[in-house]
């Protein structure tokens, strides 16, 4: 049988087969094993944690006292880091408490907690899971320039509370605002089809939720001039919201949120505390000691990525 001219010999048809898999594959491709715990990552559980810091030691009355009325003054302070992205401030809060019997009482409370977002340059994935449209190559490396930014949490709330025992339990609910201010970083794309690309990655963004809670709450006394006052609270910020975010670069700017983008819904996940404050009896002020222990442990569990979360709290009850 004879040959065709135009057939190709083995080593001849290797040489193009492998010709055509270069010319059909990019030069440069999106980053095939992105860590999950890329910058937005981060930076969600870092203000979900101010969330967290708040309801560990809510300004709620203790318990229907001989007076009629309870104020109370909550001061405290929260330094959270995220890698290389961190949150830290004052936490401020006011409440009263009323009693309509000896074992009764309704409680109103306000808060406002302010804390700056800082941190430094670093070099991470670059995941805006926040809109499908971005005309980048997409997931790459990026270098970050230093995070800025401001995080407000503030918020009313209202409760009833009744005594059994030694025992106080408060129901009630709280509506929240969660506001990130011009958290914005610089980006660089370090690989892929866009490496040298550079813009703005921003989340500033505000989120609001209706959150019932419950607490229980008891007090024993520590001779005659202390007490420790052991509680645990459940709070469930309803509803849970998208991670919003808008990203820009060289003629183009998108935002959106995880919701819309379909992946899914991420912030405002409920919280399960403990505190234990240590108490004066005399002046009626206590150091919220458990709660400071019990945070840092919480929150790097449930918030994977934050390597501190402190918090302490002072809080001041009169006529308890």
Known sequence: MRSCPLA???????????????????LAAALPNADEKDFDFLAEHLLESLMDDRFAALPLAAAPGEGRWQPVVTL?????????????????????GY????????????????????????????????????????????????PRGEARHLGLGAAFTWRRGASTWSVGAIWSQLEARDFTASY??????????????????????????????????LGSRFALAPQVVVVVPLPRRGFAGRISGPGFAVAGDT???????????????F??????????????????????????????????????HLVWRGGS
């Open 8 to 26: 190709l010999s083995p080593r001849l048809r290797l040489a193009v087969g492998l010709g055509l898999l270069l010319v059909s594959r990019p």
């Open 76 to 96: 405290g302070y929260a330094s959270t880091r995220a890698d290389y992205q961190e949150l830290s401030g004052p936490l401020f809060g006011v409440g009263a």
């Open 99 to 146: 009693r309509l019997s000896p074992n009764r009482s309704l409680a109103a409370f306000g808060f406002f907690d302010q804390l700056d977002i800082g941190g430094k340059a670093a070099v991470d994935d670059l995941i805006p899971l926040f809109a499908n449209d971005i005309p980048l190559d997409l997931p790459e490396n990026a270098a970050f320039g230093p």
């Open 188 to 221: 660089r794309l370090l690989g892929g089809a866009d490496a040298g690309v550079s813009g703005v990655l921003d989340h500033s963004a505000s989120y609001s939720f209706l959150s019932p809670f419950a607490r229980w709450r008891t007090s024993v006394p």
């Open 259 to 273: 919701s819309g983008a379909g992946h899914g819904v991420h912030v405002g996940d409920s919280y399960v505390g």
């Open 275 to 312: 505190g234990c404050e240590v108490e004066h009896l005399a002046s009626h002020l206590s150091l919220e000691l458990g709660a400071g222990l019990y945070q840092p442990l919480y929150e790097r569990l449930v918030h994977a990525g934050l390597e501190r979360a402190w918090v302490l």
